[in-house]
């Protein structure tokens, strides 16, 4: 497991927070992986162009980014992963 890759406890924490993986259009991808390449990104500082492929396509990580933060699922998330390092 990479550094910067989710725990299965904090998974399993988040999961329930995230929306569902059906919407219009296409299924969206597994949102584990997203969710890694976001941290991955956040901690590095490195441009979205930059994220390894094992997250997926940079644009798709992007833009779930912009699309959570918008609608401010991303912020109970953050806040979610920090009480979760706490226990």
Not at 17 to 35: E, F, Q, S, T
Not at 38 to 64: C, H, M, N, Y
Request: aromatic share 12%; net charge positive.
């Amino acid at each position: 497991m990479w550094r910067e890759e989710i725990t299965d406890g904090q998974w399993q924490r988040l999961a329930p927070l995230l929306p569902p993986k059906i919407g219009l259009g296409r299924p969206y991808l597994d949102h584990r992986p997203i969710i890694s390449g976001i941290i991955w990104v956040l901690r590095t500082g490195a441009p979205w162009r930059d994220v390894p492929e094992r997250f997926g396509k940079w644009t798709t990580i992007q833009s779930r980014f912009r699309r959570w933060t918008a609608k401010g699922i991303l912020g109970l998330t953050r806040f979610r992963v920090a009480k979760v390092k706490q226990l």
